[in-house]
């Protein structure tokens, strides 16, 4: 059967991609290793061509695992196919053979001729191996050794790095900021956010331990990392308003929106439940008013809806509503606007409009809230943490129809 690429590139486009760096990485191999053999006149020349135009073959004919199997056996193990064999093991690693990478750079670190940075590359390949597969005891202890043996800095810093995620992946917080302090200050600066989120989760398991004073303490340093920080004037607010402080708290959550505004519905009912303890409301309706100018979002319509219910009634809170809505149209809007017409519109509308309501609301309740702005992942439930992609402070409250 002719060899047909085209189809080649339509069934298998994901596998193509990776075998293009893996023909160049084998082909550079192949090269080096034939030269090698040929500059030592005295052994006898083995047949690199035959296994190498046979795994070509397979890999033309769409025979992944042949065609690897036989550019393996096609390179010696020598300093100059040492590239091409940790190729070779990474995409074993990204395919989800992480067994085989393994047995890979075991062998190769088994070679006693290997030079010091030869070694050295090949063991953070291995934790990189055992992290894959979830053996974080295993990558734990080989980064430390790693890093003991006072490596070159490229390598120190990808191996803290590496320790750092492995600690996060434990949920050892602690452990991960002490790994921290051995990067330089200009590189803890590149993870300045994961950092204060650590301490954003230290500071959670003290407040439910109640310990406040040791969750403040948290909090400070998580400033240090990253002054402006939604998730840490949030959690200061809450504590503020533990404490009863409410004109403290009322700072920490205006601070929010000229952070990033999208989270100002975050800070509505918060700011609700503050206002009332203060008797304050008149300053409450500005602020919101501000908001809608600044940063407008449906929350702060419907918390300003209910102030001027409260004042004007709910006819007024309705019309205010509808103008909006014009603006700036949402499901949560809309339902709001319902049901401010279920409470003064007339007898022979409210049931027709209870049962609308109903539908509106359910499908209120199936829209998600959150989105994760690095990969796309949502949800009813704000995670500092993206379930998906693992990324800090990437999920936000959606904007829109379907959102605010």
């Given at each position: 059967?002719?060899?047909?690429?085209?189809?080649?590139?339509?069934?298998?486009?994901?596998?193509?991609?990776?075998?293009?760096?893996?023909?160049?990485?084998?082909?550079?191999?192949?090269?080096?290793?034939?030269?090698?053999?040929?500059?030592?006149?005295?052994?006898?020349?083995?047949?690199?061509?035959?296994?190498?135009?046979?795994?070509?073959?397979?890999?033309?004919?769409?025979?992944?695992?042949?065609?690897?199997?036989?550019?393996?056996?096609?390179?010696?193990?020598?300093?100059?196919?040492?590239?091409?064999?940790?190729?070779?093991?990474?995409?074993?690693?990204?395919?989800?053979?992480?067994?085989?990478?393994?047995?890979?750079?075991?062998?190769?670190?088994?070679?006693?001729?290997?030079?010091?940075?030869?070694?050295?590359?090949?063991?953070?390949?291995?934790?990189?191996?055992?992290?894959?597969?979830?053996?974080?005891?295993?990558?734990?202890?080989?980064?430390?050794?790693?890093?003991?043996?006072?490596?070159?800095?490229?390598?120190?810093?990808?191996?803290?790095?590496?320790?750092?995620?492995?600690?996060?992946?434990?949920?050892?917080?602690?452990?991960?900021?002490?790994?921290?302090?051995?990067?330089?200050?200009?590189?803890?600066?590149?993870?300045?956010?994961?950092?204060?989120?650590?301490?954003?989760?230290?500071?959670?398991?003290?407040?439910?331990?109640?310990?406040?004073?040791?969750?403040?303490?948290?909090?400070?340093?998580?400033?240090?990392?990253?002054?402006?920080n939604v998730r840490i004037r949030l959690m200061l607010a809450r504590m503020a308003m533990s404490s009863s402080n409410w004109k403290q708290a009322i700072k920490h959550l205006k601070s929010i929106p000229k952070i990033d505004r999208l989270f100002v519905s975050e800070t509505i009912p918060l700011l609700s439940e503050c206002y009332e303890q203060t008797k304050d409301p008149r300053e409450y309706t500005e602020y919101l008013r501000t908001c809608l100018a600044k940063a407008p979002s449906t929350t702060v319509i419907v918390a300003l809806a209910e102030q001027i219910r409260a004042d004007r009634g709910a006819y007024a809170a309705g019309s205010f509503v509808t103008e909006e809505l014009k603006r700036r149209p949402s499901i949560k809007g809309f339902n709001s606007l319902i049901d401010l017409h279920i409470e003064y519109g007339a007898d022979n509308e409210k049931d027709s409009l209870k049962v609308f309501r109903g539908l509106t609301g359910q499908l209120e309740l199936s829209k998600p809230i959150y989105r994760c702005n690095s990969c796309g992942f949502s949800g009813r439930t704000l995670s500092w943490q993206c379930p998906s992609c693992k990324s800090w402070g990437t999920t936000k409250p959606i904007q829109g129809l379907e959102g605010e």
């Open positions: 059967m002719p060899f047909n690429l085209d189809r080649v590139l339509e069934n298998s486009l994901g596998n193509y991609l990776l075998i293009v760096p893996l023909m160049l990485a084998i082909a550079i191999g192949w090269f080096l290793g034939r030269r090698d053999k040929r500059q030592r006149s005295n052994q006898p020349q083995i047949n690199l061509s035959t296994e190498y135009f046979t795994g070509l073959d397979y890999l033309l004919n769409e025979k992944m695992d042949e065609a690897i199997e036989s550019f393996i056996r096609a390179l010696e193990i020598n300093s100059d196919t040492i590239p091409a064999h940790l190729s070779l093991a990474k995409l074993f690693r990204r395919k989800g053979d992480v067994d085989r990478a393994i047995q890979i750079h075991q062998q190769l670190l088994a070679r006693p001729d290997l030079s010091r940075a030869d070694f050295m590359r090949i063991q953070m390949a291995l934790a990189r191996d055992y992290y894959a597969v979830g053996l974080l005891d295993r990558a734990e202890n080989l980064l430390l050794e790693i890093i003991k043996s006072t490596p070159p800095k490229e390598t120190r810093h990808n191996a803290l790095c590496l320790l750092i995620k492995l600690y996060e992946k434990e949920g050892e917080w602690e452990q991960a900021l002490n790994a921290a302090q051995d990067l330089s200050v200009e590189e803890r600066k590149l993870i300045a956010t994961e950092l204060a989120h650590y301490c954003c989760e230290l500071a959670e398991q003290a407040i439910a331990e109640k310990k406040v004073t040791i969750s403040a303490s948290y909090l400070k340093r998580a400033e240090q990392f990253e002054g402006n």
